[in-house]
């Protein structure tokens, strides 16, 4: 399908997001791994927000409330990530398109973030999973890239290998660069609304990989 760009009609209210999801798998053995980079951009958000989460058992997730939504980060392994959500949405009334999901992106350069009102799973399980239990694929979505430095597509036991690998040495700098960004880009969209953020920071990444085209 094709990703929703945002253009919304000049006296229509900015859509701010009051629920903020970060996708990875739980435990420590997980901790640090590509796959994982939700989460790290959750935690950052929950730092500069001065919040804690709370561990809730019957939705199996960790949740943080901010005075207009939640942080949330399912504890269900990536594949079952939609079970969470869609419980929580539920019970919070908070329909698909007030919900951001923060997740990897295998196709995006390693740091590049891009930030999508809507689209397809593009084969991600977690994403497959929320767009199964929501019964849509119009939610926001901010994608951060992992992508290897080969600059090709990871299958088979290389993909699970990649996105389950720890980030490297060389590769930190880079990615602590773009949980901050990340975490930019969601405040923002706190402050101003999804479709304002979007093309603020579509654009800066635009802007980045122009003038500094060997960068991620």
Known sequence: MTENDGTTGAKASPQ???LIIGLGNPGDIYRDTRHNIGFMVIDELARRLGLAFTKEKRWDCLLAKFPDGWLLKPLTFMNGSGDSVAA????YKVPAHQSLVVFDDVDLPLGR??????????GHNGIKSLISRLGTEEFPRLK???A????SRPSGDRMVGHVLGKFRAEERAAVDAAVQRAADAVCESLKSGLAAAMNLFNR????RTTQNPGSP
């Open 16 to 18: 701010l997001p009051r």
């Open 88 to 91: 929580v949405a539920n019970f």
């Open 113 to 122: 973030l891009r930030l999508r009102l809507s689209g397809s799973a593009a």
């Open 204 to 207: 800066k990444e635009e802007n």
């Open 148 to 151: 290897d430095a080969s600059g």
């Open 144 to 146: 951060v890239g992992i």
